[in-house]
């Protein structure tokens, strides 16, 4: 199993004890300006949540808002909630059948 190695900005943020709205808008500008690209994208968005940063409401926010959009508008097929995305999604957002983080929880009521 490989490791993910964040690129710059995104291993400096990681390694942030508080997330501010400038950091925020870095991250929606700069390292995800595109969305969600591919999966890469997603398990960086992933791994900045689960850092041990303290997050701002913006980031909450973004956060919900970038996996949503992911999810329903990039994955095949688009503007739908199918099983297989379904299941990704609870893959992508459990570790050991549980989600452990608000944000998480909070992208799978909205989406």
């Known amino acids: 199993m490989s490791e993910l190695r964040l690129s710059y900005p995104a291993c400096t943020l990681a390694d942030k ?3 501010t709205p400038d950091d925020v808008q ?3 500008n700069r390292i995800f300006a595109k969305g969600l690209e591919d999966g890469d994208a997603v398990a960086t968005l992933l791994a900045l949540e689960h850092c041990r940063a303290e997050k701002c409401a913006e980031w909450d926010d973004f956060f ?3 996996l949503s959009d992911h999810v329903i508008n990039s994955m095949r097929p688009t503007a739908t ?3 297989d995305k ?5 893959r ?3 570790r ?3 989600v452990t983080s608000r944000n998480e929880f909070e992208a799978l ?3």
Do not use: C, H, M, P
């Open 17 to 19: 004890t508080k997330f």
């Open 26 to 28: 870095l991250i929606e």
């Open 64 to 66: 919900v808002r970038a």
């Open 81 to 83: 909630l199918t099983r």
């Open 86 to 90: 379904a299941d990704w999604l609870r």
């Open 92 to 94: 992508a957002l459990s």
């Open 96 to 98: 050991g059948g549980l």
């Open 109 to 111: 009521v909205q989406i």
